[in-house]
Protein backbone atom coordinates (compact mmCIF):
# COMPACT_ATOMS: atom_id res chain seq x y z
CA UNK A 1 0.00 0.00 0.00
CA UNK A 2 1.02 3.22 -0.89
CA UNK A 3 1.34 6.40 1.37
CA UNK A 4 -0.43 9.57 -0.82
CA UNK A 5 1.79 12.31 -0.28
CA UNK A 6 0.70 16.12 -1.01
CA UNK A 7 4.03 18.62 -2.20
CA UNK A 8 3.75 21.80 -0.48
CA UNK A 9 6.48 24.58 -1.33
CA UNK A 10 7.64 26.65 1.03
CA UNK A 11 10.47 29.54 0.65
CA UNK A 12 12.74 30.87 3.05
CA UNK A 13 15.89 33.16 3.56
CA UNK A 14 18.83 31.55 1.45
CA UNK A 15 20.62 31.52 4.59
CA UNK A 16 17.90 29.16 6.66
CA UNK A 17 18.19 27.18 3.70
CA UNK A 18 21.32 26.25 3.67
CA UNK A 19 21.05 25.62 7.54
CA UNK A 20 18.39 23.37 7.23
CA UNK A 21 20.30 21.62 4.42
CA UNK A 22 23.34 21.35 6.48
CA UNK A 23 21.17 19.99 9.56
CA UNK A 24 19.13 17.44 6.97
CA UNK A 25 23.00 16.05 6.02
CA UNK A 26 24.21 15.82 9.36
CA UNK A 27 21.22 13.63 10.73
CA UNK A 28 21.00 11.61 7.21
CA UNK A 29 17.88 12.34 6.22
CA UNK A 30 15.90 14.24 3.83
CA UNK A 31 14.75 18.24 4.31
CA UNK A 32 11.29 16.56 4.17
CA UNK A 33 11.51 14.42 6.65
CA UNK A 34 13.28 17.70 8.73
CA UNK A 35 10.71 19.60 8.20
CA UNK A 36 7.82 17.02 9.11
CA UNK A 37 9.07 16.52 12.23
CA UNK A 38 9.62 20.50 12.99
CA UNK A 39 6.05 20.48 11.98
CA UNK A 40 5.01 17.96 14.56
CA UNK A 41 7.03 19.52 17.12
CA UNK A 42 5.46 22.68 16.40
CA UNK A 43 2.11 21.49 16.46
CA UNK A 44 2.89 19.56 19.82
CA UNK A 45 4.21 22.52 21.56
CA UNK A 46 1.04 24.93 20.42
CA UNK A 47 -1.21 22.24 21.23
CA UNK A 48 0.54 21.85 24.67
CA UNK A 49 0.46 25.99 25.49
CA UNK A 50 -3.34 25.41 24.92
CA UNK A 51 -3.58 22.82 27.55
CA UNK A 52 -0.92 24.95 30.06
CA UNK A 53 -3.05 27.96 30.03
CA UNK A 54 -6.80 26.09 30.13
CA UNK A 55 -4.75 24.69 33.56
CA UNK A 56 -3.52 27.88 34.38
CA UNK A 57 -6.70 29.58 34.11
CA UNK A 58 -8.89 26.56 35.63
CA UNK A 59 -6.47 26.84 38.75
CA UNK A 60 -6.82 30.55 39.16
CA UNK A 61 -10.69 30.58 38.99
CA UNK A 62 -10.22 27.53 41.48
CA UNK A 63 -7.91 29.43 43.99
CA UNK A 64 -5.65 26.24 43.59
CA UNK A 65 -1.63 27.50 44.12
CA UNK A 66 -0.39 24.17 45.69
CA UNK A 67 -0.65 20.67 46.03
CA UNK A 68 -2.62 20.62 48.91
CA UNK A 69 -5.38 23.09 47.13
CA UNK A 70 -5.36 20.28 44.98
CA UNK A 71 -6.07 17.52 47.35
CA UNK A 72 -8.76 19.58 49.35
CA UNK A 73 -10.53 20.08 45.82
CA UNK A 74 -10.00 16.40 45.01
CA UNK A 75 -11.34 15.21 48.32
Avoid: C, H
Wanted: hydrophobic share 40%.
Amino acid sequence: MQIQRSIINISMPPAMAKRVEKLAKEEDRTISELLREAFRVYEFKRDWAKISAWGRETARKMNIRTYDDVERIAG
